[in-house]
């Protein structure tokens, strides 16, 4: 159990710091994210409902989190091998693996139900989900050095059988996030790129940044403004003119942080 109020209050940090960053109150956050945890697409736990989910390399977690100094398991869900991501999206949760995009449902309760496997080759797999449309990127790397650079373009609109739409070749892509009509790609140490997709299933390339790296992103909905992770530290940025981004604020990575 300590082991778990560890984690717990990890997450909860987290949390604090996206929060401050952003420079919002609670009942601002609550408001944005409808119920929904607020977290980058490669992360390993979000809140959802009033219950947090953890991911591990082949399991899911239900954590009852009513009383914070208290939380319970309520659930493990055995998944598979190579798990990596977690993104919630309306009632269901998407899971990145190396092999493929896990969805299950919680539309009968907080335990996730099961629903599909929509499969890829083996590749580290962040995802996010707007409008029945899946994103999913696909690349190279250390753990995952055999797949294919790429993003493919998931239709998830029969959640039981998702259907791939179309594929965008890409440098070496990580994380993404989106934000009403437009879809941010981390590219690592290349930068990230913008794409429209006020057309969800046809992104279209719009700009392309290549001299901040990133890794992962959170797009702050209702503000043009994104949350950057990278090899340097976390940056946020000002996209309200998306040609002409600017920098709000950093925080540096050093050998001591």
Same mark, same amino acid.
Not at 170 to 195: Q, R, S, Y
């Given at each position: 159990?300590?082991?778990?109020?560890?984690?717990?209050?990890?997450?909860?940090?987290?949390?604090?710091v996206l929060i401050t960053s952003c420079g919002e109150s609670f009942d601002d956050i609550s408001d944005d994210f409808g119920g929904e945890g607020k977290g980058g697409s490669t992360a390993r736990f979000t809140?959802?409902?009033?219950?947090?989910?953890?991911?591990?390399?082949?399991?899911?977690?239900?954590?009852?989190?009513?009383?914070?100094? !208290?939380?319970?398991?309520?659930?493990?869900? !055995?998944?598979?091998?190579?798990?990596?991501?977690?993104?919630?999206?309306?009632?269901?949760?998407?899971?990145?693996?190396?092999?493929?995009?896990?969805?299950?449902? #919680?539309?009968?309760?907080?335990?996730?139900?099961?629903?599909? #496997?929509?499969?890829?080759?083996?590749?580290?797999?962040?995802?996010?989900?707007? !409008?029945?449309?899946?994103?999913?990127?696909?690349?190279?790397?250390?753990?995952?050095?055999?797949?294919?650079?790429?993003?493919?373009?998931?239709?998830?609109?029969?959640?039981? !059988?998702?259907?791939?739409?179309?594929?965008?070749?890409?440098?070496?892509?990580?994380? #993404?996030?989106?934000?009403?009509?437009?879809?941010?790609?981390?590219?690592?140490?290349?930068?990230?790129?913008?794409?429209?997709?006020?057309?969800?299933?046809?992104?279209?390339?719009?700009?392309y940044y290549d001299s901040i790296p990133a890794n992962d992103m959170i797009s702050i909905n209702g503000r043009r403004e994104l949350i950057i992770t990278g090899e340097k530290g976390i940056f946020q940025y000002?996209?309200?003119?998306?040609?002409?981004?600017?920098?709000?604020?950093?925080?540096?990575?050093?050998?001591?942080?």
């Amino acid at each position: 159990m300590k082991s778990l109020y560890k984690i717990f209050s990890i997450c909860f940090l987290f949390s604090l710091v996206l929060i401050t960053s952003c420079g919002e109150s609670f009942d601002d956050i609550s408001d944005d994210f409808g119920g929904e945890g607020k977290g980058g697409s490669t992360a390993r736990f979000t809140f959802l409902k009033g219950y947090l989910y953890i991911v591990d390399e082949t399991s899911l977690k239900t954590i009852d989190i009513s009383q914070p100094d !208290n939380p319970q398991v309520l659930s493990t869900v !055995n998944v598979g091998p190579g798990i990596e991501t977690i993104f919630p999206y309306e009632n269901f949760l998407f899971l990145g693996s190396q092999t493929g995009m896990y969805i299950y449902s #919680l539309e009968n309760g907080p335990t996730p139900t099961y629903l599909s #496997l929509f499969e890829h080759s083996y590749a580290c797999d962040p995802v996010v989900v707007a !409008n029945n449309i899946a994103y999913v990127t696909l690349r190279s790397g250390t753990a995952c050095a055999t797949g294919p650079d790429r993003m493919e373009v998931v239709d998830v609109t029969n959640l039981s !059988n998702p259907s791939l739409i179309t594929t965008i070749e890409m440098i070496n892509p990580h994380g #993404l996030a989106v934000n009403d009509t437009l879809l941010f790609v981390g590219e690592g140490e290349f930068g990230f790129k913008v794409f429209n997709i006020k057309n969800r299933r046809d992104p279209v390339e719009i700009a392309y940044y290549d001299s901040i790296p990133a890794n992962d992103m959170i797009s702050i909905n209702g503000r043009r403004e994104l949350i950057i992770t990278g090899e340097k530290g976390i940056f946020q940025y000002n996209y309200a003119d998306i040609d002409s981004i600017y920098q709000m604020s950093q925080i540096v990575a050093t050998n001591e942080n």
